[in-house]
């Protein structure tokens, strides 16, 4: 177990933000998003618009995943983690238990 210094309530917060599965979904959908839509900025050939009939599916995937990671992102900012804080005596076992 990691000790806390007690100056310091606010030491891990952000490492319990880093690791919300919000945030890392959020990061995942930015970054597929932003391949999506490099590769449909620069990759849409003639084949291409056959056959999807002259609709950039890379581009609109890669839009519409930076917005949803921007969902994911805003909800992680607006409704952040509280996580409970241990008690004091977290360490010591009840008193019937053994350890």
């Given at each position: 177990?990691s000790?806390?210094?007690?100056?310091?309530?606010?030491?891990?917060?952000?490492?319990?933000?880093?690791?919300?599965?919000?945030?890392?979904?959020?990061?995942?959908?930015?970054?597929?998003?932003?391949?999506?839509?490099?590769?449909?900025?620069?990759?849409?050939?003639?084949?291409?618009?056959?056959?999807?009939g002259?609709?950039?599916?890379?581009?609109?995937?890669?839009?519409?995943?930076?917005?949803?990671?921007?969902?994911f992102?805003?909800?992680?900012?607006?409704?952040?983690?509280h996580?409970?804080?241990?008690?004091a005596?977290?360490?010591?076992?009840?008193?019937?238990?053994?350890?």
């Amino acid at each position: 177990m990691s000790a806390r210094h007690p100056d310091t309530p606010t030491s891990g917060r952000k490492a319990d933000v880093l690791f919300d599965i919000r945030t890392v979904i959020g990061g995942l959908f930015a970054v597929y998003g932003v391949v999506c839509l490099v590769w449909g900025l620069v990759s849409f050939t003639d084949a291409d618009r056959a056959k999807t009939g002259g609709v950039n599916l890379n581009l609109w995937t890669g839009i519409g995943m930076l917005l949803l990671a921007a969902v994911f992102v805003g909800w992680t900012l607006l409704r952040p983690l509280h996580p409970a804080e241990p008690a004091a005596d977290a360490d010591q076992a009840p008193a019937g238990e053994d350890a």
